[in-house]
């Protein structure tokens, strides 16, 4: 038999203890050993939970109990974690957990400790969808050319929403957090931090490269409006907060933000609460995987995974997959040097050489116009829609901020990368 | 240094030699050793081939090699397959195969004999999508209670083609040979049997069941005309060809066959030469696998994952993924008690009172008609297109058995299950 101690029996937590229970023939018969959940660990010990572990509130009671075999991390946040996670892999116990945050700052510390010692962390990325697996294990022939992973499914269903039945983003946020799709505080979902600590792990399995959060881009869906969704409509676009990383010579960039994507491409057909990531390996070419991204059981899933694959093979793969150093000499890009197509959205007034204004500072920083469309607005104003050719970053930057003072723009404008 | 010996060195083959050499960096980085295939075997040595391993014409210039640890086992085939994978495993050398059709057989005789000795085929089922290590690690914690797969290019492709494109079955399977997407026999494929020896690989490993070829309903895609791809497009379907394994309380359905899916599903956008296996697992819910089924380089892919796996890891997973029996009591359903919906082309007379014989041998079969459309055929007949309620399979056929006695019909009916 092998003991489970878990560290955080909330949603997730209690689903995990449920499914060991619900489906011990199967889980038995794939592990080859019995496993049971036999302590929990948890902040409030008077709140009522239906799950049949020794409940208590140290986490000692676990780390210190040389019978838990296994340790499984589901408490949320970054230093308290990692000190219990240390704890446990120093004492030798395996580790599971869905803590995407722990390992979007401290994954090269905790492999360094685990060494031999299993440490595993599939919930972590895109929930129930077994990525880390397809990553880790099924791709490893490959240099991985491009990872483009539809991660948060809060945006998602907001943006499906928005593009599909003609909400605006203030409504359908608030539809949201009703729902339980976003929390109070929905910054860390619409802001594309969740789906940044994702990428971020993906990024290392992939590339060995050492990143944190606040080393990449990471822009949110919050300024997204209805002019926005009915050009994405109107020249037959998706529109999705994607995490991308794409290497490019010796640089790999990473960055998550708002796009718009042909819709005839496989992830733009990801939509609601559901993810998909998109993998190009050099030789395989392009994977893909969908699924559910959140939820109790899908989360625990990834989670009793885990701890089957370490029960039947005693340890584990290393944990990002490599053995040695991938000493691939890959560096973070500058994203001021990336290129794109971008769509623009304009608040600029409806008069004469307005447009010439703006063409002229688009083309004096060697942007060319692909499509436009110019619709009315409020104030007898003028919004004016278009997508660039492939340009720089750092130009498109420039041109915005030149808009701004040219005093043509009446608002803030608007961009969104376009991901052809 | 890991020593590879390659049985089969043709399309696959070279890809293997080439890719271990291409991306040797990452791969070395990831296995934590140099893997260096040393021999290949093939028929015919005068063939030149753009490898740099020793070839030899003879099996056992690799089996008695103590020197090489895994044999990657690609020649085709089922017996002699058979007795090489056998000999390699007794010897105590990894094995890894693409061979689905060897597994189709003898799975289960090849897992005993096996035993604690590595033996993986993550390239058997469609091709470099990681859909064994998905089935087997990633959502082992669930009962499966389906798997639709999509797992025969050539005919995804000549399917794909006729719905866009309103190809004729005859053309786009001439075409299909000319671009090299089917064989000059093309029964194999177009006949559903490489896609039932797939089906039968995935549902060992989520259902331990034990069943070949010959134990389940297999129909391939020859019978599909522009009539049916019409009615597809007028009610809104996909038409794939699909391998499916879906649970019933104690049983469970293993079939191939032409079917209808509403456009909205995701396995429905599934287009050309690319392979999608939907799984719905009891907790997880629905995760979808995406990517090439076939080609040399994305083969290999899952080839070299495998080996790269084996070197990692020391020795594997079981190889259908549980260690104990699964027990699970399930066997497998007789399909003529299955239920679904169904669509029939019938080739009838264009007069008064046809129509009613039809509906009602139809109605005496307790099969209700949900929608139909008319349309003159050729010699002053017409075609009747019809979908039906759900009903029974073993009603189906005998109302088609009914219909071809009866005199109404005037050629052979056409029958296309619908999925949904």
Redesign the interface.
């Known amino acids: 038999m092998l003991k489970v101690g878990i560290i955080g029996v909330g949603t997730v937590g209690s ?1 995990v203890c449920q ?1 060991l229970e ?2 011990k ?9 019995e496993i049971t959940p036999v302590k929990g660990v948890v902040n409030n010990l008077s709140k009522k939970r239906d799950v049949s572990v020794t409940l208590s509130d140290n986490v000692d009671d676990i780390l210190d109990d040389d019978s838990i075999d296994i340790v499984v991390e589901l408490m949320g946040g970054v230093e308290r974690p990692y000190a219990v996670v240390k704890k446990a892999l120093e004492k030798g116990k395996a580790v599971v957990t869905a803590n995407k945050a722990l390992l979007a700052y401290h994954r090269y510390e905790l492999q360094d400790i685990a060494g031999d010692t299993a440490f595993e962390f ?1 919930a972590a990325v895109a929930g ?3 990525i880390v ?2 990553l880790r ?7 991985i050319l491009s990872i483009k992973g539809i991660m948060n499914g809060t945006c998602n269903y907001m943006l499906t929403r928005m593009i599909n039945d003609g909400v605006e983003y203030d409504a359908i946020l608030k539809e949201s957090q009703e729902l339980g799709y976003a929390e109070a505080d929905p910054s860390f979902d619409v802001g594309g931090f969740d789906a940044a600590h994702k990428l971020l792990i993906l990024a290392s399995i992939a590339y ?1 490269i050492d990143a944190k959060p606040e080393d990449i881009l990471i822009e949110g869906i919050q300024n997204i409006n209805s002019d926005d969704i009915a050009f994405a409509k109107e020249f037959d676009y998706s529109l999705k907060l994607l995490a991308i990383a794409k290497t490019n010579e010796d640089e790999v960039e990473l960055r998550v933000h708002p796009v718009l994507i042909p819709n005839g491409e ?1 992830i733009s ?1 990801v939509d609601g609460v559901m993810n998909g990531v998109s993998v190009i ?12 991204g959140a ?1 109790g ?2 989360t ?6 885990n701890i ?2 370490i029960a ?2 005693g ?4 944990m990002l ?8 000499g890959l560096k973070l890009a500058n994203i001021d040097e990336m290129q794109t197509r971008y769509y623009l959205r304009l608040d600029v007034e409806d008069k004469s050489g307005v447009l010439a204004k703006v063409a002229t500072i688009l083309g004096d920083k060697n942007i060319s116009i692909k499509t436009m469309v110019q619709k009315p607005s409020k104030n007898n104003n003028a919004n004016l829609l278009l997508s660039t050719h492939t340009c720089k970053e750092l130009d498109i930057k420039n041109a915005i901020e030149e808009l701004k003072i040219s005093g043509v723009v009446k608002s803030q404008p608007a961009m969104i990368r376009i991901e052809e």
């Open positions: 689903s499914i619900d489906n023939d199967i889980i038995t018969a794939r592990a080859g050993v599939e129930g969808i077994p697996n397809a294990d099924g791709l490893s022939a490959n240099h060995g496989m057909k390996g050099d030789k395989v070419g392009e994977t893909m995987y969908y699924g559910p939820g059981d899908a625990a899933s990834a989670v009793i995974a089957i694959d039947r093979s340890k584990s793969t290393p997959g490599f053995k040695q150093s991938l000493e691939s």
